[in-house]
């Protein structure tokens, strides 16, 4: 089983493949148990404050798994609110140079819990540092004006804020196959795009543009479109195309979960699933994403989760 890699996606694997190389650059961390379960325990609060959705996948784990997949998210989460979320005196800039310093250290940073946590993980599952370093690098891009002239250019960004949470989680996880890179690349791509259509309305009020503008032009929108929030049939068709692509991407990359341990299938399949019923919502609601942010109800996750899981279970491990 193998998957047929797209012009757009052959620079992304590359990307990945690369990154993978660098994972023997990581050495064991010594802590004291307690303050390193303690920084554990505020990783999957912070979990649970930020991602119902994530929190709720990764809760389909072992134990270990769990924690670490948390510790993970964490540190994405931090080092995202630095450029989203930063309201202090500093310069943003400074801040994220200084993340990626105390991140990357092979050290065990004391003084900060998230990053406890996640050099702690980096090291017990030999998680390649070149995808932080990636994943850091796709977050500084919301620093600059952020437009992206066509589909080529946004999932280069999807691959760096996405694709790699997803590289670095199948460490985590566990993988028998270096065919997996593929699979995982795509399906952060489609997550991603996921985010950018129900967060349009809100990431315009941050100045921050991620429909390629190509395709934008190719239905007759212009950003005053999108700032005037129309939900007009140039809207629908748009959405429509944009929608199209994303369950596409989804049911590209599902089977890669068949190289992943078999402990691991349920969670991520969870994630994928789940997320895409986000795209059910944007459609009931006519494509509005400019007055409400799309969302699956608790109920709308349980009740798929048993389906999920009994396709998670059908899937053959990939040879």
Same mark, same amino acid.
């Given at each position: *089983?193998?998957?047929?890699?797209?012009?757009?996606?052959?620079? @992304? /694997?590359?990307?990945? $493949?690369?990154?993978?190389?660098?994972? &023997?650059?990581?050495?064991?961390?010594?802590?004291?148990?307690? *303050?390193?379960?303690?920084?554990?325990?505020?990783?999957?609060?912070? =979990?649970?404050?930020?991602?119902?959705? !994530?929190?709720?996948a990764?809760?389909?784990?072992?134990?270990?798994?769990?924690?670490?997949?948390?510790?993970?998210?964490? !540190?994405? +989460?931090?080092?995202?609110?630095?450029?989203? #979320?930063?309201?202090?005196?500093?310069?943003?800039?400074?801040? @994220?140079?200084?993340? +990626?310093?105390?991140?990357?250290?092979?050290?065990?940073?004391?003084? &900060? %819990?998230?990053? *406890?946590?996640?050099?702690? =993980?980096?090291?017990?599952?030999?998680?390649?540092?070149?995808?932080?370093?990636?994943?850091?690098?796709?977050?500084?891009?919301?620093?600059?004006? /952020?437009r992206?002239?066509?589909?080529?250019?946004?999932?280069?960004?999807?691959?760096?804020?996405?694709?790699?949470?997803?590289? *670095?989680?199948?460490?985590?996880?566990?993988?028998?196959?270096?065919?997996?890179?593929?699979?995982?690349?795509?399906?952060?791509?489609a997550?991603?795009?996921? &985010?950018i259509?129900?967060?349009?309305?809100?990431?315009? $009020?941050?100045?921050?543009?991620?429909?390629?503008?190509?395709?934008?032009?190719? !239905?007759?929108l212009?950003? #005053?479109?999108i700032?005037?929030?129309?939900?007009?049939?140039?809207?629908?068709?748009?959405?429509?195309? $944009?929608?199209?692509?994303?369950?596409?991407?989804?049911?590209?990359s599902?089977?890669?979960?068949?190289?992943?341990?078999?402990?691991?299938?349920?969670?991520?399949?969870?994630?994928?699933? @789940?997320?895409?019923?986000?795209?059910?919502d944007?459609?009931a609601?006519?494509?509005?994403? !400019? =007055?409400?942010?799309?969302?699956?109800?608790?109920?709308?996750?349980?009740? +798929?989760?048993?389906?999920?899981?009994?396709?998670?279970?059908?899937?053959? #491990?990939? %040879?």
């Amino acid at each position: *089983m193998s998957l047929q890699v797209q012009s757009w996606e052959s620079r @992304l /694997v590359t990307w990945a $493949q690369s990154a993978l190389e660098s994972q &023997n650059a990581v050495s064991q961390v010594t802590a004291d148990r307690h *303050m390193l379960d303690a920084a554990y325990a505020y990783c999957d609060q912070l =979990t649970k404050a930020y991602s119902r959705t !994530f929190d709720m996948a990764s809760g389909l784990l072992p134990p270990e798994k769990r924690r670490a997949t948390r510790a993970l998210y964490a !540190f994405c +989460r931090v080092s995202d609110n630095l450029v989203d #979320s930063h309201d202090g005196p500093g310069d943003p800039r400074e801040d @994220l140079v200084v993340w +990626r310093e105390h991140i990357l250290t092979p050290r065990l940073p004391a003084d &900060n %819990p998230v990053a *406890m946590a996640w050099s702690d =993980t980096r090291a017990r599952y030999g998680i390649p540092w070149r995808y932080a370093e990636q994943l850091i690098n796709g977050v500084a891009c919301d620093l600059q004006e /952020v437009r992206y002239a066509n589909f080529e250019q946004l999932a280069e960004y999807c691959y760096l804020v996405a694709s790699t949470v997803g590289l *670095m989680a199948m460490h985590i996880i566990g993988f028998h196959s270096a065919d997996a890179i593929p699979y995982a690349v795509r399906l952060g791509v489609a997550l991603q795009l996921t &985010n950018i259509l129900r967060d349009v309305a809100e990431d315009w $009020q941050d100045g921050r543009l991620y429909l390629p503008r190509d395709e934008l032009a190719r !239905f007759g929108l212009e950003e #005053s479109d999108i700032e005037s929030g129309v939900v007009d049939d140039r809207w629908r068709d748009f959405m429509r195309f $944009q929608i199209q692509r994303n369950r596409r991407l989804y049911a590209e990359s599902l089977p890669g979960i068949a190289y992943l341990d078999a402990d691991g299938r349920f969670a991520i399949a969870a994630a994928a699933e @789940l997320y895409q019923g986000i795209l059910h919502d944007i459609e009931a609601h006519d494509y509005d994403v !400019f =007055t409400r942010r799309a969302h699956l109800s608790t109920w709308g996750k349980l009740r +798929r989760l048993p389906g999920i899981w009994w396709r998670s279970k059908m899937v053959e #491990s990939a %040879p």
